[in-house]
């Protein structure tokens, strides 16, 4: 059976302390059909001496200033070919080499393709899996408790995608998946680790900013007074889960 193209696309600003971590990720995976796209902010410590030792085995890298992670990703998503595209940033990693051979011979074809996701620090230690567990069957509906699947952890049909909102600063990946899956008639869980992802992005530096923006987002797909509900529950179980872990693991 053919391969389906997958299109990888990271996103990197001034990271050169992680960004060869995430490169390896990717160039070490079993699967062959891979395209895998760079699109640096025009990085100014090291980064794109990094990206220069491995230009030869990418499919296409661009170094420019952009206006945001967003329309950085959007750069990406146009250049991107692959029947299927994943958005792996600076920093994170896909879970191991095997992964995502597992991944597209779980169930061939389908729209979507989800896991979970294994939470490190900036000393590369494991948190352990995120406080949201990925759903074991996934709408566009699953978000309205909290983002359960996190971006790193998603293979979506490029056919589904658009670009990203560009009004949304630090949670238009929400509005993203939220999009695409309303569109898809066939999503699959893995039920494995597919990404590793490293606490601290910018939606975690501007946390207020990004709770405010995610609140908005999910106005508009599930109700004013749905959405308030939800969110008090929400509250309820973060809670309910620091007071047990001490940590939050968002």
């Known amino acids: ?11 990197v600003y001034n990271n050169v302390r992680d960004i060869e971590r995430t490169i390896l990720s990717v160039l070490n995976q079993t699967y062959q059909n891979i395209e895998y796209i760079i699109v640096d902010g025009a990085s100014t410590d090291g980064t794109k001496d990094i990206i220069s030792k491995y230009e030869s085995r990418l499919g296409q890298y661009i170094s420019e200033k952009d206006k945001g992670i967003y329309d950085a990703m959007n750069k990406g998503l146009s250049m991107a070919k692959g029947d299927y595209v994943l958005f792996m940033n600076s920093g994170d990693e896909i879970y191991a080499p095997e992964t995502v051979t597992e991944i597209f011979d779980t169930a061939p074809g389908a729209d979507i ?67 695409a899956a309303k569109k898809a008639s066939s999503i699959v869980n893995t039920h494995s680790y597919v990404a590793k992802y490293l606490v601290g992005g910018i939606s975690k530096q501007k946390h207020f900013a990004s709770l405010k923006e995610r609140f908005r987002i999910f106005n508009k797909y599930y109700g004013f007074i749905p959405n308030l509900v939800n969110h008090f529950w929400i509250a309820i179980n973060l809670t309910q889960y620091y007071a047990k872990h001490k940590k939050t693991n968002d």
């Not at 059976?1 to 996103?11: E, F, G, Y």
């Open 1 to 11: 059976m053919l391969q389906p193209k997958l299109s990888i696309i990271t996103i």
């Open 113 to 179: 393709y989800y896991g979970e996701t294994e939470m490190f620090n900036d000393k590369w230690e494991s948190l352990g899996q995120r406080r949201h567990r990925a759903p074991e069957c996934f709408s566009w509906r699953s978000f309205k408790h909290g983002m359960s699947i996190s971006h790193q952890a998603i293979y979506v049909k490029r056919s589904l995608t658009e670009p990203y909102d560009l009004q949304y600063k630090y949670s238009s990946d929400i509005d993203w998946i939220i999009k």
